[in-house]
């Protein structure tokens, strides 16, 4: 099990850019719930000086806002943060009532004499209703990241929690929250759920209790989406740092720029892969490209632009 300490100092950071050094994620071979939990555990994206901690935190970002994690992981420990609120488990895990199955058949088998046929018997019925009991699977869960944005600055995004954890229906957990700079003094509300497949749909709670009344008096219930952008440069010589700085500065009323990272594409050169959030009647995202992306000043950068994923929130 990994351990970090207070991910928000300079230590934590330092462990978690080690950690990552040889790992793509925190634990196992693909995003699990142990990734969430550290992510949520960071009040904001660790900055360039840790290189390793920096990619892993905008590819989980992009996982999360594009199609969710659902690997349960094996279990991490940060110190002072929220865990993600699971269903309290009413019956023990199929897994450890087969051990417990397992370690009755060794306290019945005689290790020094052969098993009767009665005894034998017995076991067998024991396998097989250990056997029937592990068929019935728990429903599937998916661990989600939400964005709620809010209708201005001047909105109590303390209410505005106090209201999305006011929804309750089976099979749905909410987890951490943490609040998100947008910019304009806007700060989005960034919280974790855990829902039953089988149970919850979050288009459905999304369209049917988090943008009508009364959560509507502090959710902005406008469509949004949320977008991963391909931006790639002239050649190996462009500055990638002036790329950026020249495609954030395209502001305007409804585009919200998120997580960015640089991508290998071969030849030593390597595209931007940013994401932004879009206010869907305010903005189209093939319009900006372009009228803004491709044009001059930024066109001195980029070469195209290409959207890699769409999706909307």
Known sequence: MAAFPNLNSDAGLKKLDEHLLTRSYITGYQASKDDITVFTALDKPPTSQYVNASRWYNHIDALL???GVSAEGSGVIVEGSAPVVEEAAATPPA???????????DDDVDLFGEETEEEKKAAEERAASVKASTKKKESGKSSVLIDIKPWDDE????????????IQMEGLFWGASKLVPVGYGIKKLQIMCTIVDDLVSVDTMIEEQLTVEPINEFVQSSGK???LIDIKPWDDETDMKKLEEAVRSILMEGLFWGASK???????????QIMCTIVDDLVSVDTMIEEQLTVEPIN??????????????
């Open 65 to 67: 806002r594009i199609s």
């Open 95 to 105: 897994a450890d009532s087969k051990d417990a199955a397992d370690e009755e058949d």
């Open 155 to 166: 909105t109590d995004m303390k209410k505005l929690e106090e209201a999305v954890r006011s």
């Open 225 to 227: 989406s949320s977008v």
């Open 262 to 272: 640089l991508v290998p594409v071969g030849y030593g050169i390597k595209k931007l």
């Open 300 to 313: 001195e950068y980029v070469q195209s632009c290409d959207i890699v994923a769409f999706n909307k929130t």
